[in-house]
């Protein structure tokens, strides 16, 4: 039985301390949710496998005995009453239950969802400084399970300097808190979306198909570029013709010298023009 002063355990720990997966998750949760430690986690994870565990025991005897579909009734209007299924749910319902509809239904989460804190951090230590009340009876306990009709009744308790709208603790006027879970989009709005997609690979189709023309690149005729060395052979022929306009140029030169061999004749016909003279004075004297 144990000591009447230590109560027992109020949730079971994991059956292997060492799993990524789950302790991947589990602090998934301690920061989305504030939680304190995952002691919570597993508090919220024994109250669900109850409730599964029962619904499971309900389903196997609701056909034979008659006393299990009035437990079964009183189940469902519990998990009503504490907003966790909606009205008119079943017992397939139940086992469809994860952790976080535990953790959605906590006194720390509502008070941040409805506004009265900006953080989940922050509600916590509101609720554990004594500033959150239901029904004007301050609840210092952050795990506190709000029924559906409570859920409409917190808000800051009378003594509370909170009350102030100017408090710098207190979150914005238009702060409505924001929900765990985003909205999913309507199917609707992707359906247009899909035969767009599919009309842009039929397009690209024929682009994909234009890469193989330009395969024949002509990287093997690169030898052509190489074959730019034919120039000095230009160069040559440029040489060849120089060559033979020097050679025919002789001639020219030839015709140049013609006058030289006439000056020097004139040259030489002036002497013997002065020989002669020179006798025809002697004869004269």
């Not at 969802?113 to 009876?137: E, F, M, N, W, Y």
């Amino acid at each position: 039985m144990g000591k009447p002063k230590f109560s027992r355990k109020k949730y079971e720990t994991p059956s292997h301390p060492w799993e990524m997966e789950r302790i991947k998750e589990e602090n998934e949760l301690v920061k989305k949710y504030g939680l304190k430690n995952k002691r919570e986690i597993w508090k919220a994870e024994t109250k669900l496998r109850k409730y599964r565990g029962q619904a499971r025991g309900l389903l196997a005897k609701i056909d034979i005995d008659p006393q299990s579909k009035k437990e079964s009734e009183q189940l469902l209007m519990h998990l009503n009453r504490m907003s966790i299924l909606p009205v008119n749910s079943t017992l397939d319902d139940v086992l469809t239950l994860d952790t976080e509809s535990i953790l959605s239904r906590r006194l720390q989460t509502l008070t941040y969802l409805k506004g009265l804190a900006s953080t989940p951090k922050q509600a916590r230590q509101l609720i554990c400084h004594g500033h959150v009340a239901i029904d004007d009876k301050k609840i210092t306990i952050p795990g506190y399970m709000v029924t559906k009709d409570e859920e409409s009744n917190i808000s800051y308790t009378e003594s509370t300097p909170l009350n102030d709208t100017m408090h710098p603790a207190r979150p914005r006027g238009d702060f409505g808190g924001v929900p765990f879970k985003k909205p999913e989009k309507p199917k609707e709005e992707v359906k247009p979306e899909e035969p767009s997609k599919e009309e842009k690979p039929a397009e690209e189709t024929p682009k994909e198909e234009q890469p193989p023309v330009e395969k024949p690149a002509e990287k093997p005729e690169e030898p052509a570029t190489e074959e730019k060395p034919e120039e000095p052979a230009k160069e040559d022929k440029a040489e060849e013709k120089t060559e033979e306009k020097v050679k025919a140029e002789p001639p020219v030169e030839e015709k140049a010298d013609e006058p030289k061999e006439v000056v020097e004749e004139k040259a030489d016909e002036k002497p013997s023009e002065e020989k002669k003279e020179e006798p025809e004075k002697k004869e004269e004297k």
